[in-house]
């Protein structure tokens, strides 16, 4: 039976996709967001600021504290953008730039940043990085295959096994940070890098083997998606975003779902509790404060946390805390002008996990990685030029105390992090924010677990009657991209 009324429970990026999707795919359908802040697009959040260097230099700059690129490989996105006519708010970073060629990695114990290669000829110039990189992927080639679970393992298990603990803990941990926030070594690989487990069986044992070789693709064709020419304008970028922030995107998603009749947002709302109802075929939504609503279908895109918070009156729903939620402090800082760069041209450094683990002192600092903002993205701030916007984030598997995230402390390593002997300038502008449970961790066993949820939520003879569909980062992928990619998905199921 087709839906008469749709509750979406979240107004992040993933509600406002569904909402939007839903809204075509259901134009008879009354269709309700409900999202507890008085503010939409979650985690998505970016801002301009004033700034001046007291000598007559002024600039409006854009900071984000949330995600602040978008990878061009999102089918979906791309359509998103083309159906919201966005297309002339959209600035990019070319592959051929030096925010896109050099990142960096700082390895706690050494001085300065180590940049990573962009090319065979970098193994070369750095004795380093070819045996940290390149000898552990040659020898990767003729390791006998050595996967010890069919089902899943965390990614550092994955790496160390296939390119040994050194690889693992350097240049894994790194990347996991810079994604997840999170510790690699709880991190399942299947759920968040599938392409590396899949690459590994296409390869019968060998993740290079794998990657050489042509992969056959399962994904839906570009066709099926409405890009216009998106795809085409997209050849030879490495990352967009828009003139006015990542905001921009839930805030048209946002106009344009008000726009449509059958699509009410209500903001600074929050639910007490969910249950469908035994005699009938609806679900019972609950306000705090008392008012209840009725509903024929529901989509959830909140925590799994909160899911189950609010859903207990009717069925336990399966494996809802397995997974721990990252906490990330993001620094945003303004520098003057200066004479001398303040860093290297590049996207930005990253840094793993510490030899000797988690709150030791070789990393003290707390930092997960440091963004170079201004070289990406300066086309989003106006002014005269010469600002350096940077963003330092912190946290994650590293316990912060209060003090960590004071400026003293976050320049200090900045500045031994980018190998100055010398201070950096006073910021211009100086803001730490802490996000508390922004990323969901995937653990081992997360994507058998999904597909347990999936499969008692879409039993017939079960509670909730395939009526009740649960996405977003905490099920799916974590990047902007794969929240889109559901919410576009949602209620595919109910025609």
Known sequence: MAPKAIAVIGGGITGLSAAFHLSKRFPRAQITIFERSNRIGGWINSR????????????????????????????????????????????STPTTSPAARNR???????????????????????????????LPAAKEMFLNSNRRSPEDESVDEFMSRRFGDRFARIMGSALVHGIYAADSRVLSVRAAFPTLWDAEERGKGSVVRGFLRKRSSTSTPLQAYDVGDLSERMKGVSAFSFRGGMETLPHALATNVRAKQNVTIRSGVSIAGLRFLEEQPDAELELEGGETLKFSH????????????????????????????????????????????????????????????????????????????????????????????????????????RHQSDPSHVLSHLAQHLGSSDALPEPAFYEAREQVDCIPTPTVGHVQRMSELLAVLRDPAGPWKGRLEVI???????????????????GSAWN
Do not use: W
């Open 104 to 134: 960096f990695i700082q390895i706690p114990g050494r001085e300065g940043l180590t940049a990573l290669p962009s090319s065979p000829l970098s193994f070369l110039r750095s004795p380093f990085l070819s045996s940290l990189i390149a």
């Open 298 to 401: 529901v989509v959830s895109t909140v925590s799994l946390p909160k899911l189950q918070s609010i859903t207990s009156q009717t069925g336990a729903l399966p494996h809802m805390t397995n997974n721990p939620m990252s906490t990330v402090t993001v620094v945003n800082i303004i520098f003057p002008p200066t004479k001398a760069p303040i860093h290297p041209a590049g996207f930005g450094y990253l840094i793993p996990r510490p030899e000797g683990g988690y709150g030791s002192e070789a990393n003290a600092s707390g930092f997960l990685g440091t963004v170079f903002d201004s070289c990406a993205l300066a086309a989003q701030d106006s002014g005269d030029a010469g600002f350096t916007k940077l963003t330092v984030m912190m946290g994650g598997p590293h316990k912060l105390d």
């Open 472 to 490: 977003g980062a905490g099920v799916g992928g974590v990047s902007v991209g794969d929240c889109v990619e559901a919410g576009r998905n949602a």
């Open 48 to 91: 301009h600021v004033k700034v001046s260097d007291g000598s007559g230099h002024n600039a409006t700059i854009c900071l984000e504290a949330g995600p602040r690129t978008l990878r061009p490989n999102s089918k979906a996105m791309l359509e998103l953008i083309n159906q919201l006519h966005l297309q002339t708010a959209i600035i």
